[in-house]
């Protein structure tokens, strides 16, 4: 069965601190996303990777940064956690040059920003 | 520019009652388009997406949609709920020549006993 696994269910962290939510598919997928997900906002792309050290920025990059030195796997940075930063964030890949296919999603990060 | 529009945030119905939740887009490209569902603490799971041809679109989990290029609209449809069917249902779009698959805000499904 095809996956996307996210490192943390729920993760509790403090202002400044700097986090790392880590996301590892197993479909040899090119493509990977990060979203954040609010209620009443949908999801909101905050970066995109179509190979391995290549990165786009989403809608909302800022006081995010991302990492992919492998191709199983996709890292979101928050640099300096704020509170505003608290919320559900999910990973997702497909397949390269095939927006006709699905993405595949991980269950999701629940992110607390004390 | 592609945008997704779900008008409905919530919607409740009785168990074994039909149920619609609407979907509209707008794009100046070919479309592609998905509903996804999403079950408490998870992430999304696909129901169903229409690449081309038919227009009607039958999915898992007895759920269906019907593409409508004239109104740009992809409904949800399913004839008769189940409690198991409370969850979140978003609409997405994506198209040729763009990396991106735009989704819409969601539509909680609450069926009742």
């Known amino acids: 069965d095809v996956k996307v696994t996210q490192s943390s269910r729920y993760l509790v962290k403090r202002t400044g601190e700097k986090v790392f939510l880590e996301c590892v598919q197993d479909m040899d997928h090119e493509n990977m996303f990060w979203y954040r997900q609010d209620p009443g906002l949908g999801l909101r792309l905050i970066y995109f990777s179509y190979d391995v050290k290549m990165k786009e920025k989403g809608d909302i990059p800022e006081g995010y940064s991302v990492s992919r030195e492998k191709k199983e796997r996709f890292s979101l940075i928050l640099e300096s956690a704020s509170t505003n930063q608290t919320s559900m964030y999910l990973c997702?890949?497909?397949?390269?040059?095939?927006?006709?296919?699905?993405?595949?999603f991980g269950d999701g990060t629940r992110l607390s920003i004390l | 520019a592609q945008s997704v529009t779900q008008l409905d945030s919530q919607v409740p119905v009785f168990e074994e009652a039909p149920v619609e939740l609407r979907c509209n887009y707008s794009?100046?490209?070919?479309?592609?388009l998905f509903w996804y569902v999403q079950y408490p603490n998870q992430g999304l799971q696909l129901l169903l997406k229409y690449l081309s041809g038919s227009t009607l679109v039958k999915g898992i989990n007895g759920f269906e949609a019907e593409f409508n290029k004239s109104q740009t609209s992809f409904h949800l449809r399913k004839p008769s709920v189940h409690i198991s069917d409370t969850a979140e249902y978003f609409c997405?779009?994506?198209?040729?020549?763009?990396?991106?698959?735009?989704f819409g805000t969601g539509t909680r499904l609450k069926v009742l006993a």
């Open positions: 997702a890949s497909s397949s390269i040059g095939r927006f006709d296919q699905p993405q595949h």
């Open positions: 997405a779009v994506s198209g040729s020549g763009t990396y991106k698959y735009i």
């Open positions: 794009s100046s490209v070919s479309v592609y």
